[in-house]
């Protein structure tokens, strides 16, 4: 059972800048496209960014292009979002997701997730 645990959340100013990290355990890293989603109150959960298995092409929510970078580090089971040029809009509980779904499916559908993280609290402050 794959296990996901995110960290580097918490409170920024707006234009300021977070590194969130999601480290796996109990699975092959490598074998999945990795995934952040948010879900801020009151919205529907949010596809953020996702990254491939090991050519590590990316894909980004039009929201967060420009200003967030995913990037996944196999070799320490890693995979990290960093957000820059923050805005308020972008306060949100993040999510890391692991998917071992085929290539063809659609990365920025959470349901093609099958492993998720707990959650880290991203708060940006105007």
């Known amino acids: 059972q794959v296990q996901l645990v995110e960290s580097g959340g918490g409170l920024v100013q707006a234009g300021g800048s977070l590194r969130l990290s999601c480290v796996a355990s109990g699975g092959t890293f490598s074998r999945y496209r990795m995934g952040w989603f948010r879900h801020a109150p009151g919205k529907e959960r949010e596809f953020v960014a996702t990254i491939n298995w090991s050519f590590g092409s990316t894909y980004y929510a039009d929201s967060v292009k420009g200003r967030f970078t995913i990037s996944r580090d196999n070799a320490r089971n890693t995979v990290s979002l960093q957000m820059s040029s923050l805005k308020p809009e972008d306060t949100a509980v993040y999510y890391c997701?692991?998917?071992?779904?085929?290539?063809?499916?659609?990365?920025?559908?959470?349901?093609?997730?099958?492993?998720w993280g707990q959650g880290t609290q991203v708060t940006v402050s105007s």
């Open positions: 997701a692991a998917s071992s779904g085929p290539y063809y499916s659609d990365a920025t559908d959470g349901q093609v997730y099958e492993h």
